[in-house]
Structure formats: structure tokens, C-alpha cells
């Protein structure tokens, strides 16, 4: 099975889960990787050049997906409107949507690099708040979905719905320092991070799509 991956905080407890549960599976399925920003996932799904993926939410509704996604139920601190001219960020698909959907203008800054550009002091509107002013609502901003090896994936979701992922300190420390950060800031921000689509989650999810069903994503 070739599975998408992003290399953000944000799917970092998936990641070492999905190592895990393939390696206690091993006899059942090989996994490899592609990893890409969210845009190239998005497209390399619908082409069928990889079998699974969290892919951007905006570009989910017509995919097999299942009950996991990556979700922010008020701040997230990953995903800011700058200030200034519009400008979308390229490595994304349902950020630029969301800023189009809450009729706001500026620059879509996502990721990683929107997590370092907050914690080093930089201001501006943090999307899934907005969206949460406005609807009361979490935001939705991708979804594990897939086109092959479904009774595999959906059973892979189920089990990591209903397993608390521990992150080792080596591994926190790596990462953190990887991206500029602290340990304690790299958990400070996954606290925001949650993967259950339940009932306001798909609730959100399906208003989302419908606001966005004419906004053509690039």
C-alpha cells in the first residue's frame, strides 16, 4: 500500500501510529510512503498514484473516506489570514477555501511555518476561529480518505480512534528541534489537534462543502 503523508506537527501522532500498527501487522500489508504538501497529496489520491491519504477536506466529497480527519474545535494556530494583498499558499487547498468562505482578505499561511511564525510573535486571524465565530462550529480541515485496501484503512481508522497515541521524548525533542521549537510547544499545539469526526465535526464539515461547492480550489 503506498499511503500519503505531510511532514507537519499536525499528523505527527498519526504517523508514528500508523508505523506501529503496520510493523504489528506486517504479515498483512507493506506500507510505503509519499510525502508531499497537502496540495500534491490531494492530487496524487485522484489520481490513484497512492491508496490512502489525509487529504484537504475542500477536495473530500466525492472520496471514500473515513471517520478521521484533522480538526480544530476552536483555535488551531497552524492556519492564519496575514494582513495585506490576498495571497494563497500554495501548499494549500481547504485554508484558501476557508479564507474565501469567511469572505477574508490577505495571505493564507499554513503549517508549520504558521505555528513558528505565532510562537515567534507574529499576529494575524487564526481561520479556525473565525470559522468557529461565525458557525459555533469546529473546522474540518482534512480527512483520511482513500481509494484502495478500504477494509484495511477503515480498520486502521478505527483502531487509532480508540488508542491514546504516546509520543516519546526523544521523538518530541527531534521534532521540536527540527522545526524551531520547544517540547513543550510542540504538545502545547497538538492539544489543539483532534481526529474523531463526531456529530458537530460532520455537521461542520457538510456546511463547509456546501459553501464551498462553487469555489473552485487550486
Not at 70 to 89: C, P, R, T, W
Request: net charge positive.
Amino acid at each position: 500500500m503506498l499511503f500519503g503523508t505531510i511532514s507537519y506537527l499536525n499528523l505527527l501522532p498519526f504517523q508514528l501510529f500508523l508505523k506501529r500498527y503496520i510493523s504489528h501487522n506486517s504479515a498483512k500489508m507493506s506500507l510505503h510512503y509519499k510525502r508531499a504538501v497537502p496540495s500534491r497529496i490531494n492530487k496524487a489520491l485522484k489520481r490513484r498514484s497512492i491508496h490512502a491519504a489525509f487529504i484537504s477536506s475542500v477536495e473530500s466529497r466525492k472520496c471514500r473516506c473515513t471517520s478521521l480527519g484533522i480538526i480544530a474545535h476552536k483555535e488551531v494556530y497552524s492556519v492564519f489570514l496575514l494582513e495585506g494583498m490576498q495571497e494563497n499558499d500554495p501548499a494549500s487547498a481547504t485554508s484558501n477555501a476557508l479564507a474565501k468562505v469567511l469572505h477574508l482578505e490577505g495571505k493564507v499561511l499554513i503549517g508549520d511555518v504558521a505555528l513558528k511564525y505565532y510562537l515567534d510573535g507574529g499576529e494575524g486571524i487564526d481561520l479556525a476561529t473565525a470559522w468557529y465565530e461565525k458557525t459555533g462550529l469546529p473546522f474540518v480541515f482534512a480527512r483520511l480518505c482513500y481509494n484502495k485496501h478500504g477494509k484495511y484503512i477503515q480498520k486502521l481508522a478505527h483502531t487509532f480512534a480508540h488508542t491514546r497515541v504516546k509520543i516519546p521524548q526523544y521523538i518530541l525533542k527531534k521534532e521540536a528541534k527540527k522545526r524551531g521549537l520547544t517540547p513543550q510547544q510542540l504538545t502545547w499545539y497538538l492539544s489543539y489537534i483532534h481526529y474523531n469526526l463526531d456529530n458537530k465535526a460532520q455537521k461542520s464539515l457538510k456546511l463547509f462543502l456546501k459553501k464551498t461547492k462553487n469555489i473552485q480550489s487550486k
